[in-house]
């Protein structure tokens, strides 16, 4: 019922910049929070950076500093502007939105289908 549809990733050199968005669609009645989660080959799913509707932010300690989400609420899309990449960035960047849905309030946690991002000279 409800869509997430990423955009943006890519192969970028060290140092470089790269920017993620994702457009939420479907039976939304309100999103509460937005974030990015990313996934290397044999790791864990991990945090990058989420968003709250009321602007909060929080960020993985590794990417404070070079990563900025952002988020425009009327739109229900969330970018990720990543500067100062690094290999170690490299893995699938996900998108996340949790919210309530329209016709009841029934709450939803949906993902997108992932971006590749790539750091690599």
């Known amino acids: 019922q409800v869509q997430l549809v990423e955009s943006g990733g890519g192969l970028v050199q060290p140092g470089g910049s790269l920017r993620l968005s994702c457009a939420a669609s479907g039976s939304i009645s309100s999103i509460n929070t937005m974030g990015w989660y990313r996934q290397a080959p044999g790791k864990q799913r991990e945090l990058v950076a989420v968003?709250?509707?009321?602007?909060?932010?929080n960020y993985a300690d590794s990417v404070k500093g070079r990563f900025t989400i952002s988020r425009a609420n009327a739109k229900n899309t969330v970018s990720l502007q990543m500067n100062s990449l690094k290999p170690e960035d490299t893995a699938v960047y996900y998108c996340?939105?949790?919210?309530?849905?329209?016709?009841?309030?029934?709450?939803?946690?949906?993902w997108g289908q992932g971006t590749q991002v790539t750091v690599s000279s």
């Open positions: 968003i709250i509707s009321g602007g909060s932010t």
């Open positions: 996340n939105a949790v919210g309530r849905l329209i016709g009841g309030g029934a709450r939803f946690d949906s």
